[in-house]
C-alpha cells in the first residue's frame, strides 16, 4: 500500500506540475484583483479534482464496457504519459501551456476556472491517463480507491498552493529555475511511463501464455 500511495503521488504531481503551471496562471490572471484570482485558483483546483476523482471510480468501467483490455491501456497510457515527459523534457509543455494561456486571455473568456485552468492545464489528457493507470493498479479494492481519491485532492491542493503562491513562486525559480524544473521531473516521469509499458507487455504475454 506505501508503495502505491508513494508512486501514484510522485505520477500524478509529475503529470500535473502544479509548479510549472504556475507561469500560466499568472498570465491568465493578469489585471484581476487579488480576491478573485484566489477563488479562481480554488475553484480550477476543485473542478479538476473532482474530474480526476470521476475518472479514477469510473474510468475501468467505462474501459471494460468498451471491452479495451487492461494490459491495452497501460501500454498506451504509458506511451502517451512518455510524450507528455517528453515534452517537459525539451520545454515543449511550457511553450504549448504559454500559448494556451494567451490565446484564453484574448478571446477574455469569462470562467477561467474551468477552461482552461481546470481543463485542460491541470486535469488535460495526461492526468486522466495517469489517474486511469493507477486506477486499474487498485483491482478496484475499496481502500485503494480511497487511498487514490485522497492522493488526487493531495494534488489538487497543492495545486491550488502553487497558483496561490504564483507570483511569489515566479520570482524565486525565475525563468530558468522553472526550466531546470520541468526537465528534471519529465526525466521522473519518463521513468515511471517506462515502467507501465513494461507492466502491460508483461501482463500481455501472461494472460497470452
Not at 479514477?56 to 501500454?75: K, Y
Not at 504559454?98 to 488535460?124: N, Q, V, W, Y
Request: net charge positive; glycine share 8%; aromatic share 6%.
Amino acid at each position: 500500500m506505501l508503495n502505491y500511495v508513494t508512486s501514484s503521488f510522485v505520477t500524478l504531481a509529475l503529470v500535473i506540475d502544479p509548479i510549472g503551471l504556475a507561469p500560466a496562471f499568472i498570465v491568465l490572471t493578469l489585471g484581476i484583483d487579488p480576491a478573485q484570482r484566489r477563488l479562481i485558483a480554488l475553484r480550477a483546483s476543485v473542478i479538476a479534482a473532482v474530474i480526476l476523482i470521476v475518472t479514477a471510480l469510473l474510468g475501468n468501467w467505462f474501459l471494460a464496457q468498451l471491452r479495451i483490455g487492461l494490459s491495452a491501456f497501460q501500454i498506451s497510457g504509458g506511451i502517451l504519459l512518455f510524450g507528455v515527459a517528453t515534452r517537459m523534457i525539451f520545454g515543449e509543455r511550457m511553450r504549448q501551456e504559454s500559448r494556451e494561456a494567451e490565446t484564453a486571455a484574448r478571446e477574455k473568456i469569462a470562467d477561467l476556472a474551468a477552461f482552461p485552468l481546470a481543463i485542460p492545464l491541470i486535469a488535460g489528457p495526461g492526468a486522466i491517463t495517469a489517474t486511469l493507470l493507477l486506477a486499474s493498479r487498485t483491482g478496484g479494492e475499496p481502500l485503494w480507491l480511497l487511498a487514490l481519491v485522497l492522493i488526487i485532492v493531495a494534488v489538487a491542493i497543492a495545486t491550488a498552493a502553487a497558483f496561490l503562491l504564483a507570483g511569489q513562486l515566479a520570482r524565486i525559480l525565475g525563468r530558468t529555475g522553472n526550466m531546470v524544473i520541468a526537465r528534471l521531473l519529465g526525466i521522473v516521469l519518463a521513468a515511471f511511463a517506462t515502467q507501465y509499458v513494461v507492466d502491460g507487455i508483461n501482463s500481455a504475454f501472461h494472460l497470452a501464455g
